[in-house]
């Protein structure tokens, strides 16, 4: 055996207290207790006010404002305009529930004010376990890494995602699947986190297909959710590569849906690193119970995603170039390479929808 064969890794794992079972949402507001929290500001988008409501009445005393406005991409305007409603209300700590939107803002106000968070997830979206917080200002989403962002407390309680409606269940799903195969390459991974993202890939590469057939299968959901909760782990542990990249810049230069990219994008950039990173390929084959992993990422993202092309998403050819482009603007470790010949092939073959090459 070679020097370049024996182990070798660093393991970092962001510290959070995580509470999981369908029905511990009763437990909110003794986990709000427990973090000292007297006047929460119950944060969530304005699809979900019916629950930010509920929440506000079932944390009763605790409960110092309503906040149903939380928007995708974060952008400083709300976070300014719900911290003037914190301020107004006195607020001493941060409720989000939701998916990342809503995490979003709690996380963006954490980073403003080092409150404490109490997060609640209904996505599969993973943002709970990290200290990233990505923001909008005029148009330009940045991200930034702090601990003061990362959730003290996440309670995860697959009986709230059985609303998930099957258009966001399969992307948020496989949005997830895409941070554990990313994991899976890092260039910072290690033994844990990769024992972590098979196990997310096979959980999820085996609920969401029953869910976008059955979104009320709890068991189902139950899987899910855990699977989404280990790779927001993986996430928060490990760096990413051309997967995120590419479709951070594809959403923020086209304003694209985050989770319909990831999912349409995920059996692209596998392709693209197949033969780069035959481990990591691998691991995904043995949880999806594949040799071909692209393929079967491919066939999973055919079956729940909701848009199965770039130019169905409403990008035209001079748009992959522009991607292309941006893409490989700064340079960022990915097993092979990152050409700008390579991506636009990879873009090409994603904007027809073609099945990747084997
Ligand atoms: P989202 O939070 O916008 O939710 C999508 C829609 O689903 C919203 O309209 C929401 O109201 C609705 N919804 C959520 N849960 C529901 C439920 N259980 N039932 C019915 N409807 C429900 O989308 P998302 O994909 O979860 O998050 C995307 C955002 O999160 C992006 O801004 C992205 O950049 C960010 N994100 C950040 C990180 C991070 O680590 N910082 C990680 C992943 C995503």
């Known amino acids: 055996m070679s020097k370049a064969d024996l182990m070798r890794f660093d393991y970092n794992v962001l510290p959070a207290r995580v509470i999981f079972g369908a029905g511990r949402r009763v437990e909110v507001p003794a986990e709000l207790e427990r973090l000292g929290i007297e006047r929460a500001l119950v944060i969530t988008t304005a699809d979900q006010s019916t629950v930010c409501a509920e929440f506000g009445a079932m944390i009763n005393e605790r409960l110092g404002a309503l906040y149903p406005g939380a928007v995708m991409h974060t952008p400083t305007a709300v976070t300014e305009s719900a911290m003037r409603q914190m301020e107004q209300m006195k607020c001493d700590g941060l409720l989000a529930i939701g998916g990342g939107s809503s ?62 409606p099957a258009a966001i269940t399969g992307p948020s799903g496989m949005n997830a699947i ?27 590469g085996e ?3 029953r869910l976008v057939t059955d979104g009320k299968d709890l068991a189902a959901r139950e899987t899910a959710l855990y699977g989404s909760w280990l790779a927001g782990i993986c996430l928060g542990a490990v760096a990413m590569a051309i997967h995120h990249k590419i479709c951070h810049t594809l959403g923020g230069s086209f304003d694209l849906n985050h989770a319909d990219v990831h999912c349409l994008m995920i059996p692209y950039t596998a392709a693209y690193n197949r033969s780069a990173a035959p481990n990591a390929m691998a691991a995904v084959g043995r949880a999806l119970r594949t040799q071909d992993a692209p393929g079967a990422l491919y066939d999973l993202m055919k ?15 001079a748009d992959l170039e522009q991607a292309a482009d941006l893409a490989v603007e700064n340079p960022y470790h990915n097993p092979r390479p990152v050409t700008r010949d390579g991506v636009l092939e990879m873009l090409a073959a994603a904007y027809e929808g073609r099945r990747p090459a084997n």
């Open 103 to 164: 995490i979003g803002l709690a996380k963006a106000i954490a980073y403003r004010t080092d409150l404490p968070q109490l997060v609640v997830p209904t996505t599969y979206a993973g943002s709970e376990m990290t200290s990233i917080l990505g923001q909008t200002e005029q148009g330009r989403k940045t991200t930034l890494r702090s601990p003061k962002v990362l959730p003290e407390t996440v309670v995860y309680d697959p009986e709230l995602t059985l609303t998930l």
């Open 178 to 204: 895409a941070h554990a195969v990313e994991a899976l390459y890092a260039k910072d991974g290690n033994p844990v986190v990769s024992l972590m993202a098979e196990e997310s890939i096979r959980a999820l």
């Open 207 to 209: 609920s969401l297909p």
């Open 303 to 317: 079956t729940v995603g909701r848009i199965h092309s770039l130019a169905a998403m409403g990008l035209g050819l």
